[in-house]
């Protein structure tokens, strides 16, 4: 239970939380033909099914963060996802297939949650680096303090990130500060870089700094008007 144990399950729960709105979109959307009394039942079935999933696919990606080269191919994506949570984007239209049976609205939630979890199980997994030698059990405990804000909060997460935009753009900030560390720590690199805390600070907040910097001059370049050449 030390201060990185906490700061990491802070970081995972925090990128559930701005990663998870289009999760909770699908679950209400996978459930939307229930009965009333069983749609209660199909988010917890399905949501259960789904964080058992992603505790699985984490706890792979974290035996495969030791292999050379791929924490620096995690930072790439983890910094292409900050950049495109900062995309000014319309509601997307959930292609979402509801069910009117219990079990079928389960499946197609676990099915949804597991093709659009790429993003969450690489930032998890780069945070939970943080946390010691217990990174699987902070993990989990992650998820289940987040999975619940998300589902049960879905909606006035939604609302919180339209109204203060500053929500989205430090979510996003806080990818590339875990792309800096996994980045700075990849077994490849690290015998050649210094080994002071203070550096890999440093690269985890160059990380956020370009997460920003690409975001904010990509939206300058979509806000300015195209103008006949």
Same mark, same amino acid.
């Given at each position: 239970m030390t201060a990185g144990f906490w700061v990491a399950v802070g970081q995972i729960i925090l990128i559930d939380i701005v990663l998870g709105g289009d999760n909770a979109v699908v679950i209400a959307l996978a459930c939307r033909n229930l009965p009333p009394q069983q749609r209660k039942l199909g988010i917890l079935y399905g949501t259960a099914g789904a964080i058992v999933l992603r505790v699985v696919l984490i706890? *792979? %990606? @974290?035996?495969l963060l030791s292999v050379p080269y791929l924490k620096i191919g995690g930072a790439l994506l983890l910094v292409w996802i900050g950049v495109k @949570? =900062? =995309?000014?984007? #319309?509601?997307?239209?959930?292609? $979402? &297939? &509801? &069910?009117d049976k219990l079990w079928g609205a389960v499946k197609t939630v676990i099915i949804a949650d597991l093709v659009m979890s790429v993003d969450n199980v690489i930032a998890i997994a780069g945070a939970a680096q943080g946390g010691g030698e217990h990174q699987l059990v902070l993990v989990i405990f992650g998820l289940l303090v987040s999975i619940p804000i998300i589902v %049960? #909060? &879905? /909606?006035l997460v939604l609302k919180l990130m339209t109204r203060f935009p500053i929500v989205i753009t430090l979510g996003a900030m806080l990818l590339g500060w $875990? %792309? #800096?560390q996994m980045a700075f720590t990849d077994p490849a690199v690290k015998p050649w870089l210094p080994t002071e805390k203070f550096w890999e600070y440093a690269a985890a907040a160059a990380g956020a700094l370009l997460v920003l910097a690409i975001?904010? *001059? $990509? /939206?300058?370049?979509? %806000?300015t008007p195209n103008t006949p050449g």
């Open positions: 706890a *792979f %990606a @974290l035996a @949570l =900062m =995309m000014p984007e #319309g509601h997307d239209d959930h292609n $979402i &297939s &509801s &069910s %049960a #909060g &879905s /909606q $875990i %792309a #800096g975001g904010k *001059f $990509i /939206q300058s370049r979509a %806000a």
